[in-house]
């Protein structure tokens, strides 16, 4: 929650010296214009041709000393007012004409227009800080030699407005690429690369097996074009050869970004890369590999952050050629980048020579929050579904969604907004298909990750609509060695084939999950937040022609569970300091 600020204020910037060579001026005195209902056309022509709206008052404010202004105490028609719009008038000056940084930090939604053009919009995310400054929200803009005019059209907050002006060096703005790439949808002879540009961008990835000279290149493509009108970007590469080395590289086509001049100043767009990095491709040869699986990672972003810093330390996560999230990341998406990306991906990839391939299940709590749809745009890959199948060596792994965990209530935010059961007969529809590609009849062990174990009445029902008769059910067609699931935020696994379940707690309440699966297959459970306390579990699964080895541990890396599944379903028990709690029904 932003913090209210009881003044007003504009702050002025004078020269600042940036590495395009051009520098701005900023004119001493600001206009405000208050008193009318204003709308984005007055912003406009005034940002035009000057255009004062009818009816508006005029304050010419000063900044003081410190290059501070107070609107709120010269005008006086915002006091007290929540949501009031009102336009501020800013004239600079540039040495020459080109492409400069500006920046805006404003309290709490502001738009900003130039030569009637609208060239940056906070009215979604307001200002992140309460520390204004124009390094809050830096955009770039065409600036012509001589004297210039922004316009912004602001929304106050209940104590009035305010908003921090000037130039932004280069070097603190120009990050075009805000977060790590990373792979997803990994398959014999293809993968997505995902990646971030810092504005709406075209982009591209160059990739070439290692120790080659010449490169291909794949465009993020739909519809027939080049996209250009997004900052996230899928871009799949095929033709790959199987359980082989590749290295890529993306990057961007970036046009100027306001549509000045009609481009005149620019002969070429420019291109900018992102760093290089590797990855294998997966195979349907018999190999080994190994896979890290945790969930219910939600709770504050440093809380995320830390834990996965201690898989990756303690459990040596990093070294897992999958990187598996059980869903649950956050408690709602409201803030989808720092959720999935800021304490989720770039925790675990940045720095990653190597990249793994992530599989990221959906959650119940990935349902809610208005960026819900976020996840599916991260992580869903160029279809951006939530569900589907991939091979890696002689398994087969299929990731199915398993819905909310309450049906919808069209008076609770939560829930008013799904309807997940036109989603579960998709599934099912899908799933049909996909048990009679050789991809899964070849396989010699079957996976399936998915958020639920089914513990719950109506994420059951959602599961059976989806998998009963094929996995599930008294006699299912396949058989499935390992169910890969979290929800519960206690640990247990059901022991194959008599459907005992083992847990780390006596006291626990037990739900049935074994008896989903009429005695075959292995339901293992990742522990989550209980509490104030971070009982999450981390999982190292190896995978070899003949065993699924499975290493369960908690967060300092000490291993409290070890078994093997043998192709034929049969459990080999290594060790485990669990405790038998139930015997199947």
Known sequence: MKKMIMAAVITAFSIISTCSGISITVDPEYTVYAGAAFCRKDAVYLSLDGTVPAGSRKYVISPDSRGIADITAAAAD????????????????????????????????????????????????????????????????????????????????????????????????????????????????????????GSPAMAFVDYRKKGERTSRRAYDISGGQMRCDRTKHTVLLTGLESDTEYEYRPGIIRFPETGLYRYELFDQPQTIYLEKAGFRTFTCAPTKFSMFYTSDIHGMPAQRITLLNDFLKNCRAGDADIL?????????????????????????????KKKPVFVSVRGNHEYRGFESADFQRFFGGKEEKTYYMFRMGEVCFIVLDSGEDKPRQKNF????????????????KWLEKAVADEMFTGAKFKVVMIHSSGEQ?????????????????????????????????????????????????????????GALFSGHGVVLVGGGPTGNKRNNTG???????????????????????SFYIMPDGTVKEDFSSLKLVRASQ
């Open 78 to 197: 915002f006091a007290g007012k929540s949501r009031t719009p009102y336009l501020v008038e800013i004239n600079f000056s540039a040495d020459a004409s080109g492409e400069v940084y500006l920046g805006v930090g404003a309290y709490y939604f502001a738009e900003a227009f130039i030569d009637g053009h609208p060239v940056y919009s906070m009215l979604y995310q307001g200002n992140e800080s309460i520390d204004l400054r124009p390094e809050n929200n830096p955009f770039k803009v065409l600036v012509r030699k001589g004297k210039n005019r922004i316009v912004f059209l602001l929304h106050s907050a209940a104590a009035g407005g305010l908003i921090s002006f000037g130039q932004v060096d280069t070097a603190a703005a120009e990050k075009y690429f805000s977060h790590t790439s990373y792979l997803t949808h990994g398959n014999p002879g293809s993968v997505c690369v995902n990646f971030f540009s």
């Open 324 to 352: 598996v999230s059980g869903g649950d990341i956050g408690k709602e998406l409201y803030d989808s980048e720092r959720v999935l990306l800021h304490s989720l991906t770039d925790v675990l990839f940045t720095g990653c």
């Open 413 to 428: 935010a939560y829930y008013a907004r799904h309807f997940d059961r036109e989603l579960m007969l998709e599934q099912r």
């Open 457 to 513: 009445k109506y994420m059951r029902e959602n599961i059976s609509v989806i998998t009963d008769g094929l996995f599930t059910g008294k006699d299912p067609a396949h058989k499935i060695h390992l169910w890969l699931c979290g929800h519960t935020h206690h640990f247990s696994r059901s022991v194959s084939p008599d459907g005992r379940d083992v847990m780390a707690q006596e006291d626990i309440a037990v739900r049935n999950t």
């Open 539 to 561: 999982s190292m699964i190896s995978f070899s022609e003949n065993a699924i080895k499975i290493q369960s541990a908690g967060r300092d890396g000490k291993v409290f569970d």
